[in-house]
């Protein structure tokens, strides 16, 4: 562009004003509004908080989030309208509402609103018009209406350039909204309370109505849950459930969607002092869960993948991070922090962070409540305070239930692992023993027999008959058998002969096992060969005279030692080698980071 070409359309802008004659006020109307569409809300939901909210502050019992078509086969709402049995709103007080910056609770922090950009912000959003109906108790209805293309067209400007919204003036409702009413509110009608349309729709998110109420409905239960006890929600006729993403709270959405249950750990309630004079400012409340790996699957045997997954699995997915909310509503989630980055087998694992509305700078949250930006200062604190420790014990549990279930769920139950046949049909091959080994072997088999058989009798309550005929029907005419225990300290693994079974012990309290044997990236075919490497040291451990076998029990526990370090060394290298990755990959491109991680699951 030329400095020529620039400077007359400098010119022709300014001669545009000069016509309209407008006084250059501190904003241009009509590009102003076109503008502040582009505020940055994530989506339809996040935009139609804000009137929630606002209904939630004029203390509404009750919200309806009502849809509107052109004509009864249409699919995608043409309006969406919120109604509230608020307190209402009185004529001239509906003209200040529609304004930006128009409230009555400029910067109040007993609330969640402070600013008075949310009703306009939020609606221009969405569509090109809204309208905002509202009344008080005994009074009648007035509306106020906003049109971006009254304005680009001066139908709200004055002689002198202003833009000027007119009073508000007595009207009747939209005939979808006396349908709501009618349907939904005792009475067919509302004796106080505000309904804000939305008209003109060119960037709803979801635009058929079916997937539109599905997504509302599980945003604002989440968004909400900690607001429910006196403030309901529905949309489109379906009341809106509450969810805690932290599925915690028994009666929510989702909670007992199964017998899998969300385990709680103890809050942590932290006292946030001023800087300078060491007075409260607020606190922060802080809440952890722990899901088990079965968590969001249908088949509790296989993973929470395709139409594996069960409902818990989008707010489980959608919730990943540092679920920050403020005064009970939720605001944003924060998944790259100083503390951590949180991946995507972290979405069982879930942290709630709560803070009072005096600390908001420490957050710095915008206008539009769309995200926050957490000050060093705050994750200074939740650190001394235990969050990074806490994070990492809820991740180990996490990987050792993970290789756990990976490991149960190579075959299905009481079936024989391919190993275990390979073994037995191995074990024609071997030589020939003598009879004073085999002897020997039988009454050691005998012993060991006895004494799992007391073992389990003491751990089960059971008596030592019931024991025995369940160990024979665990062991029947199987010879070789692939077992677990958790030794801490202990070998990597035992082979032992139990009655005419020579049983695999893989100890769960290793790093073998977890890393290796039940990783991540170990599939059941390398695993089922894994235990034939170690049936056949075993086997050579029992068949080993006097000499060899002390030899060899000293062997293995040095081995196992050796092992364990090996492995953590081994670890600690891919681990940040593997965090590298992520933080750059989070860094540039965060939804290419999902797919691969998603296609890596």
């Not at 509402?97 to 609330?111: F, K, M, S």
């Not at 900690?226 to 909670?255: Q, S």
């Not at 040291?537 to 526990?557: C, W």
Request: net charge negative; with cysteine; hydrophobic share 35%.
């Amino acid at each position: 562009m030329t400095t020529i070409s620039a400077i007359e359309r400098q010119k022709a802008q300014v001669a545009k004003l000069d016509k309209s004659k407008f006084k250059y006020g501190l904003t241009v109307g009509a590009a102003f509004v076109r503008g502040i569409r582009m505020i940055g809300y994530k989506h339809t939901g996040t935009a139609m908080d804000e009137l929630l909210d606002n209904a939630f502050e004029a203390g509404a019992s009750v919200a309806h989030v009502a849809f509107g078509f052109e004509n009864k086969s249409a699919k995608k709402p043409s309006h969406l309208a919120v109604l509230d049995n608020g307190a209402g709103m009185i004529p001239e007080m509906i003209r200040v509402a529609v304004l930006w910056g128009g409230t009555d609770r400029e910067n109040n922090r007993t609330g969640i609103g402070r600013f008075g950009y949310g009703l306009p912000s939020s609606c221009m959003s969405q569509g090109r018009r809204f309208e905002v109906y509202s009344k008080v108790q005994g009074g009648e209805w007035n509306m106020c209406a906003i049109d971006l293309d009254d304005i680009e067209e001066g139908k709200y400007s004055t002689d002198g350039g202003d833009i000027i919204v007119p009073p508000a003036v007595p009207t009747k409702l939209p005939a979808f909204v006396e349908t709501e009413l009618t349907e939904h509110f005792p009475g067919g009608k509302l004796d106080q309370g505000t309904i804000v349309v939305m008209s003109k729709l060119d960037n709803i998110t979801w635009t058929t109505a079916n997937s539109l109420q599905d997504n509302l409905l599980r945003h604002f239960g989440v968004t909400y849950h900690k607001l429910r006890a006196n403030f309901d929600i529905w949309v489109n006729g379906a009341r809106c459930e509450p969810i805690d993403p932290l599925f915690l709270t028994p009666g929510y959405r989702w909670h007992d969607l199964d017998a899998d249950r969300a385990q709680a750990l103890d809050p942590l309630v932290i006292e946030v002092k001023d800087r300078e004079t060491r007075q409260p400012l607020g606190k922060l409340t802080v809440r952890f869960s722990y899901m088990p790996i079965t968590f969001a699957s249908v088949d509790k045997r296989g993973k929470a993948q395709n139409k594996n997954q069960n409902p818990r699995w989008s707010v489980m997915k959608e919730y990943n991070g540092f679920i920050i909310s403020r005064m009970g509503r939720v605001i944003d989630i924060v998944r790259s922090s100083p503390i951590t980055t949180f991946v995507n087998y972290d979405r069982y694992i879930k942290i709630e962070i709560d803070f009072d509305a005096e600390l908001d700078e420490e957050f710095n949250v915008p206008t539009n409540k769309q995200r926050v930006d957490v000050s060093d200062r705050i994750w200074e604190i939740l650190e001394e305070h235990g969050l990074g420790k806490a994070l990492e014990q809820l991740r180990k549990k996490f990987r050792e239930e993970k290789a756990q279930h990976a490991s149960d769920t190579d075959t299905n139950e009481g079936e024989q692992r391919p190993s275990e046949l390979a073994m037995e049909k191995t074990s024609k091959l071997s030589p020939r023993i003598s009879p004073e080994v085999a002897a020997k072997r039988t009454r050691e088999g005998q012993r060991r027999l006895d004494q799992e058989i007391e073992k389990r009798a003491k751990e089960t309550g059971k008596s030592p008959n019931d024991v025995r005929r369940d160990l024979e029907a665990e062991f029947a005419s199987r010879p070789y058998r692939v077992a677990k225990r958790a030794v801490p300290g202990g070998n990597f693994f035992e082979v032992e002969q139990i009655g005419g079974t020579k049983v695999l012990w893989i100890n769960t309290a290793t790093r073998f096992f977890n890393d290796v044997y039940a990783g991540p990236d170990t599939t059941p075919a390398l695993r089922f060969a894994l235990e034939v490497m170690l049936f056949s040291i075993g086997d050579r451990i029992l068949d080993a005279q006097d000499e060899l076998r002390a030899t060899y029990s000293y062997e293995v526990p040095e081995w196992s030692k050796k092992l364990e370090v090996a492995l953590g060394l081994l670890q600690s290298g891919v681990s940040s080698t593997t965090q590298d990755d992520v933080d750059h990959q989070s860094a540039t491109d965060e939804t290419g980071l999902d797919e691969m991680r998603e296609a890596a699951e």
